[in-house]
């Protein structure tokens, strides 16, 4: 996993990367890219002088807003009507309802929350629009979770980077993407048992 994201940054470079953030930030189709990952070996080889972190930093947060604001439009105009359409043999309803849940229980924080959310993070920004939250108010925490998401994570790996010897990043690497994948899945696997939990109790009562 590790060599081949590495290989597909260096191949790719910048645009690839923000091309990457942007679709995973918005893109209904886009759910499964793997932002938190990307993010951080991103800023990882910025640390080996392959990419400058700035532009590489401020590439991510732009694409990581700009990608918010296209799944926040998409909701606002056609809402749930994209799931009547060819791509809902591809987008589960699953993953909106669970979305769903995840944005009425936490509110506006949901859409800085959802960013370090595999899958939530990319729905969120479409049931905002489809619910009409005000677009001053998405637009100020699509700010705030694109900066700590896009800019933190990348600026992680950077620092984490530098701290490895040269010669061992083969070593680290791969362990630590792969901690870094295991993690942010889990909040997602805990929301998904819980809501299986609540619906179990729920009819329990009925």
């Known amino acids: 996993?590790?060599?081949?994201?590495?290989?597909?940054?260096?191949?790719?470079?910048?645009?690839?990367?923000?091309?990457?953030?942007f679709a995973e930030s918005g893109i209904l189709l886009a759910f499964f890219l793997p932002g938190d990952s990307l993010l951080f070996t991103a800023g990882f080889i910025a640390s080996q002088g392959f990419l400058n972190l700035t532009i590489l930093a401020t590439g991510c947060f732009i694409a990581a807003v700009t990608g918010n604001m296209l799944g926040y439009e998409v909701g606002r105009r056609i809402g749930i009507k994209v799931f009547e359409t060819r791509a809902s043999r591809f987008i589960k309803k699953k993953h909106l309802d669970l979305t769903k849940s995840f944005f009425m229980r936490h509110g506006r924080m949901a859409v800085v929350m959802a960013r370090f959310l595999p899958i939530i993070r990319t729905f969120t920004p479409f049931l905002a629009g489809v619910v009409g939250m005000p677009y001053r108010i998405f637009f100020i925490y699509t700010v705030v979770g694109a900066l700590l998401w896009a800019v933190g994570l990348t600026v992680f790996g950077f620092f984490l980077g530098k701290l490895i010897p040269p010669d061992q990043i083969d070593q680290y690497l791969l362990p630590i993407i792969i901690a870094i994948v295991v993690v942010s899945f889990l909040p997602s696997i805990y929301h998904i048992a819980r809501e299986k939990r609540l619906a179990k109790d729920q009819e329990t009562h009925d």
């Open 1 to 21: 996993m590790g060599v081949d994201l590495l290989t597909l940054i260096k191949s790719l470079g910048y645009l690839g990367v923000w091309g990457i953030v």
